[in-house]
C-alpha cells in the first residue's frame, strides 16, 4: 500500500471516528500518527504511535487506533 492510500485511510478513519481530526509528525529520527490534536502540550506525542517512515507509523495508527483524546499524561507506559 502506497503512503496516499494509508492517508486516504487515516482521513477517512478520522472523519468517521474524531471528527476529522488527524495529526501527523515528523521528526529527525521518527514518525507520528494519531487520532486527534494533541492541544496544549506535546507530552501525548511520546504515546502516539510510531515508525521510522510515514508508512510504518501510518499502520501502527490504522491498526492499532489511539485517539489523542483518550490519552492520560499520568500513564507511565510511553511508546518510543
Avoid at 476529522?20 to 496544549?40: A, S
Avoid at 510504518?56 to 518510543?80: C, F, G, M, N, Q
Amino acid at each position: 500500500m502506497d503512503d496516499a492510500e494509508l492517508f486516504r485511510q487515516l482521513v477517512e478513519r478520522a472523519n468517521k471516528e474524531n471528527d476529522g481530526h488527524l495529526t501527523i509528525m515528523k521528526f529527525t529520527t521518527n514518525w507520528r500518527v494519531c487520532f486527534g490534536i494533541p492541544g496544549d502540550t506535546l507530552e501525548k506525542c511520546r504515546h502516539m504511535p510510531v515508525g521510522n517512515t510515514f508508512a510504518e507509523a501510518a499502520k501502527a495508527a490504522l491498526d492499532e487506533p489511539r485517539s489523542l483524546y483518550e490519552i492520560r499524561l499520568s500513564s507511565p507506559t510511553v511508546r518510543r
